[in-house]
């Protein structure tokens, strides 16, 4: 059964704590992608991950950290260098669409709800 | 469960009409574009998309119509269902060779019986 995986979908932390949320994908997908979604908002790009050994910042990565060490994984970790960290948080997978070449859709998995207290 | 839209402007019509979502997209050279629904407490799904050479794709009640000259994205649902109800995103890739979707601010749909 094909697709991209978070866990675990609830997770608490106190403030102050790293917390790594795991994505995982059996799609063998090359590129990855962490989002955070807030209330009222739409989905803010955190990090991507083009290729395996190699990762981009998004439009929010202050506070965030990353790894791909392989291709079917690309962990999140929230430091507490993060100043609002409570948020609904996703992982998406994508793939060159063949005729396109540099147009990627993205498949997300069912995401992570964060609380920081 | 989750409540990812609290202060998103809604779209409510009664089951069986048609509906039409709206997005303005932010930059001129985008060229593909994604419309996803996101049902509450879970990752947005795919839903339809298209390329920026085209004005009109359809598929299965879903319609995406792209006005290139004033920035503007639709999506058209047919004969809408009680199970259309949710967040509906317009995604745009910018092609600015960061390769990674640029997601609206999000429209709630919701269904009356």
């Known amino acids: 059964d094909g697709g991209i995986t978070q866990s675990p979908k609830y997770l608490f932390r106190k403030e102050g704590q790293n917390v790594t949320l795991s994505c995982e994908q059996n799609l063998n997908h090359d590129a990855m992608y962490w989002y955070r979604q807030d209330p009222g908002q739409g989905l803010r790009l955190i990090y991507y991950s083009q290729i395996v050994n190699d990762f981009q910042k998004g439009d929010i990565a202050e506070g965030y950290s990353v790894s791909r060490e392989k291709k079917e994984s690309f962990p999140l970790t929230v430091t507490s260098a993060q100043k609002n960290p409570t948020a609904f948080y996703l992982c998406?997978?994508?793939?060159?669409?063949?005729?396109?070449?540099?147009?990627?859709?993205?498949?997300f998995g069912p995401g992570t709800r964060l609380t920081v207290t | 469960g989750e409540s990812v839209g609290l202060h998103l402007p809604t779209l409510s019509v009664q089951e069986g009409d048609n509906s039409i979502i709206n997005c303005a997209y932010s930059n001129s050279a985008s060229d593909y574009f994604i419309w996803y629904k996101q049902e509450s407490g879970k990752g947005p799904q795919f839903i339809i998309d298209i390329r920026s050479n085209m004005d009109k794709r359809q598929g299965q009640r879903v319609t995406v119509l792209l006005n290139k000259t004033v920035k503007h994205l639709s999506l058209q649902i047919a004969a809408t269902q009680p199970g259309d109800s949710a967040v509906y995103f317009c995604?745009?890739?910018?092609?600015?060779?960061?390769?990674?979707?640029?997601f609206g601010s999000g429209t709630r749909l919701q269904v009356q019986p």
């Open positions: 998406a997978s994508s793939t060159k669409i063949p005729i396109w070449d540099f147009i990627y859709e993205q498949y």
């Open positions: 995604a745009e890739n910018m092609d600015t060779g960061r390769r990674a979707l640029t």
